[in-house]
């Protein structure tokens, strides 16, 4: 079958490498000049198949309010009239009852035990690097207040069996041996000790390659404009280079997707929520971290990427700009160097991406109404640890494949 994929992203390229595996035509369209410079660029390089929740979760109403009055804020609203927008939020805080939270994070947990299980596959047949780590996360209390809270976090590692280790701080200095110079200012900590860290961009480009050798082809600096549809059967993608043909249509087009299927009359709720990165190059390796590290002050995640350290976080709710703010730029500089100050900031370059979130935290990936028309979209905070799991899952689908976890609440008909 002739399948083209829609993004260059970490999921439009592991969707394109598993469909190829799969024994299609694959064609990859995207309008940068090569894989992962959007979204899949600078993320905070976690692989967190433990630490994987939605954002949308009991108290989070109240606790948004007190955070975007923070020095620091870890959450920045600036609303603007968006319908998009409003109804995406709307959406969002109606997914913050328990009950809702219970039936989001489960999903999400399959997908990222799946995707687990995947890219430890993958890594094993393309024997690919990408400054890899098998270390685990530590969320890090700096009160007693947020060690008291991680309670709730303990109970749902300990239901749903994932490893987990509470750590007094003398505990978080043997995991972490940089925070020794500042074991004073840490409570406790949380382990996760199965997660994994790596730099996304590159494995995106490594992957990227192995699926040209599969024979995937990749049309770069090509816009897509719309897609051909004759009855209820998608045909083809119109680019401003030209039509190009397809039996099947994959849309990874990241915080860009609801856009191209409007025209369609399908709703897709993915916003764009933007969040910042540094990457600072180690100068003093022993006062960096070995893993990742969760600053719960900040909600900042800062990660060990070779011989630089990667810190990223913070959601920014303004639309769909990648405006990079100097006081975004400070807070992350301030997290970094409270606790990890092995690096040279100055040198450290920023960024900023849009993170493609739906209201309930889970991707969207299967069918819609329209024949051969396929999304693998909407993996927000997440998608470079859910996007294994999700690439096998699609490919099984277009494939006509049984998946072999359960994806049938992963589609857009649960929204129905
Ligand atoms: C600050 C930050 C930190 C993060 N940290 C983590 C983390 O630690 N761990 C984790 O798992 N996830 C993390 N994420 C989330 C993760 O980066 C994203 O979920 C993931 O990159 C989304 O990938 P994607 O392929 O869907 O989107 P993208 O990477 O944005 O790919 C979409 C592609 O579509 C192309 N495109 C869009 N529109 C068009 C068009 N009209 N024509 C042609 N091409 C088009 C774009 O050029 C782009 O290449 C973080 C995100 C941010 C912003």
């Excluded at 024979?215 to 030209?242: A, C, H, P, W």
């Amino acid at each position: 079958m002739k399948v083209v994929v829609l993004g260059a992203g970490i999921i439009g390229v592991t969707s394109a490498y598993q469909l190829a595996k799969a024994g299609h035509e694959v064609t990859v369209i995207d309008r940068q000049q090569g894989p992962a410079l959007e979204t899949s660029f600078a993320n905070a390089g976690e692989v967190s198949f433990g630490y994987c929740s939605p954002w949308a979760a009991p108290g989070i109403p109240m606790k948004a309010i007190k955070w975007l009055f923070m020095h620091h804020a870890p959450l920045i609203l600036r609303p603007k009239v968006d319908g998009a927008m409003l109804s995406w939020l709307v959406k969002m805080l109606s997914n913050c009852t328990s009950e809702r939270y219970a039936i989001n994070k489960s999903r999400m947990l399959r997908l990222a035990d799946y995707s687990r299980i995947s890219l430890a596959e993958l890594r094993k047949e393309t024997g690919i690097a990408y400054d890899e780590r098998m270390q685990g996360t530590l969320q890090l209390f700096r009160t007693q207040a947020q060690l008291d809270a991680s309670a709730k976090d303990v109970k749902a590692l300990a239901a749903d069996g994932i490893p987990y280790e509470v750590l007094d701080p003398d505990g978080c200095v043997g995991v972490e041996p940089a925070l020794r110079h500042v074991r004073g200012k840490i409570v406790g900590g949380l382990l996760t000790p199965k997660d994994e860290t790596g730099d996304c961009f590159k494995f995106t480009n490594a992957l990227a390659a192995k699926a040209i050798e599969l024979g995937v082809k990749f049309q770069y600096g090509t816009m897509i404009k719309g897609l051909d549809v004759e009855g209820s059967q998608v045909r083809g993608v119109m680019t401003n280079l030209g039509r190009v043909d397809a039996d099947a249509i994959v849309v990874a087009l990241g915080s860009y997707s609801p856009l191209l299927l409007k025209p369609l009359d399908i709703s897709l709720s993915v916003y764009p929520v933007k969040g910042y990165s540094l990457t600072i190059p180690i100068t003093d390796a022993s006062r960096a971290p070995e893993s990742t590290v969760m600053d719960e002050t900040y909600k900042i995640a800062i990660t060990r990427l070779g011989d630089r350290i990667r810190v990223g976080g913070m959601a920014e709710i303004s639309g769909y700009t990648n405006d990079l703010g100097l006081a975004r730029r400070r807070t992350l500089e301030h997290s970094v160097t409270d606790l990890f100050p092995g690096g040279d900031v100055a040198k450290a370059s920023f960024w900023s991406g849009l993170r493609p979130m739906t209201p309930d935290g889970t991707p969207v990936i299967g069918p819609t109404k329209i024949k051969g028309l396929f999304l693998n979209t909407g993996h927000g905070t997440l998608g470079w640890t859910m996007s294994s799991g999700s690439a096998r899952v699609i490919s099984d689908l277009v494939s006509g494949r049984k998946p072999d976890i359960d994806a049938t609440d992963l589609a857009i008909s649960r929204y129905a």
